[in-house]
């Protein structure tokens, strides 16, 4: 062919793949470093040393935290650790890498983690009552895990207030005192009576009227149907219905709680009632039983 041997042939069909496939690679090489990466080298040919134990202790801190439980004291040491961690961090970042931006942004995670305790510090504080507010918290509310800013707010002089009574003198009087407040006994005995005939007694931490309160509107100007007199000396806590009615919207934790002492006083009462209740031959009468008519009188105190 052309003069040209077997051999010859062979060797230059051979050259020229070797051409064609060493211009290949160069083009696959060109096209792959022009392809945008946005971590430059992806390979690790060669691993570097450790960090500096300050990074190591640093993303220990961050493992510990990562391990806090539930509830605020969890939530505190969840953020103390935080904040030690980013310490670290800034500390390494700054003196051992020389990172500016890495400083930075450790920096100001850690600012945000200690202007975070703080907050969570100011709402943890313990918050004081004087000595009969302080009975009625430990007693009424915090067993139902009321904090104490919250019942702070309930009885401050924005929605409460505190008055005496002495002895004989009127917390309402029947057909006459609008059912537009609600009170809580702190001091003293308190009793009721319809009709000048006694009902029950009232003892501290009991509400005074919590049958009207329940039963009765906003603005409806209801009167009450028992009369309340105070047998010693009285200081009773009281709320003007409207006063607590915006503070219970506002606040549903509260609402839910004032609901059920409310309702668990109701029912202190209507047991109270029940041994004032006989029938006409004179045996008791559970007004539990759903054949309770009107053939009953109040037995005297």
């Avoid at 000396?233 to 607590?244: A, E, G, I, M």
Wanted: glycine content about 4%.
């Amino acid at each position: 062919m052309h003069g040209f041997t077997a051999d010859e042939i062979v060797r230059s069909s051979v050259s020229k793949a070797a051409m064609i496939a060493n211009a290949s690679a160069q083009a696959y090489t060109m096209r792959n470093i022009s392809l945008p990466s946005l971590f430059g080298d992806t390979t690790c040919d060669v691993w570097k040393q450790p960090q500096h134990v300050l990074f190591q202790l640093a993303n220990t801190c961050f493992c510990i935290s990562y391990l806090a439980p539930n509830g605020r004291y969890g939530i505190l040491f969840l953020h103390a650790l935080l904040i030690l961690g980013f310490l670290l961090n800034s500390t390494w970042a700054w003196n051992v890498i020389c990172a500016p931006d890495m400083f930075s942004w450790s920096f100001s995670f850690m600012i945000l983690n200690m202007v975070q305790t703080m907050f969570l510090l100011y709402t943890m504080r313990q918050v004081k009552f004087p000595r009969e507010l302080e009975d009625i918290y430990v007693l009424m509310f915090q067993p139902l895990q009321v904090p104490r800013l919250l019942f702070k707010k309930l009885v401050s002089l924005e929605y409460a207030q505190i008055c005496n009574l002495h002895a004989g003198e009127a917390y309402a009087m029947q057909n006459l005192t609008k059912t537009d407040r609600l009170g809580l006994l702190i001091a003293g005995k308190v009793s009721v009576l319809t009709d000048h005939h006694f009902l029950h007694y009232i003892h501290p931490r009991q509400f005074l009227d919590s049958p009207e309160f329940e039963s009765t509107r906003s603005g409806v100007g209801d009167k009450f149907k028992v009369s309340i007199l105070a047998v010693t000396p009285c200081r009773y806590l009281f709320w003007q219905r409207s006063n607590l009615e915006y503070l219970l919207i506002k606040e549903p934790q509260l609402a839910t709680v004032v609901s059920l002492l409310i309702a668990r006083d109701i029912t202190s009462k209507l047991y109270a009632m029940n041994e004032k209740i006989v029938t006409e031959k004179g045996s008791h009468l559970d007004i539990r039983l759903p054949s309770v008519t009107g053939s009953m009188t109040y037995r005297g105190q």
